[in-house]
């Protein structure tokens, strides 16, 4: 069971699409764009670099939905 928000504005849910209205509930899931790989750092021209090798974004989900 995720843990279930109450909105201040009206969002769209990432997975159906429904519109989630101000004051309905939702749930706030994290989801991987790009490669699953951790960041790694590399040695380039001797300094130390992060290399990232993908992003992490936070979208909602309607309460049928979480």
């Given at each position: 069971?995720?843990?279930?928000?109450?909105?201040?504005?009206?969002?769209?849910?990432?997975?159906?699409k429904a519109p989630i209205?101000?004051?309905?509930?939702?749930?706030?899931?994290?989801?991987?764009?790009?490669?699953?790989?951790?960041?790694?750092?590399?040695?380039?021209?001797?300094?130390?670099?992060?290399?990232?090798?993908?992003?992490?974004?936070?979208?909602?989900?309607?309460?049928?939905?979480?």
């Amino acid at each position: 069971m995720t843990k279930l928000t109450k909105s201040r504005r009206a969002y769209t849910c990432h997975e159906c699409k429904a519109p989630i209205n101000k004051g309905d509930l939702y749930a706030r899931k994290t989801i991987r764009l790009g490669s699953s790989k951790p960041d790694t750092l590399e040695n380039i021209g001797g300094q130390t670099t992060i290399m990232s090798h993908g992003l992490s974004v936070s979208v909602k989900c309607c309460e049928q939905c979480a």
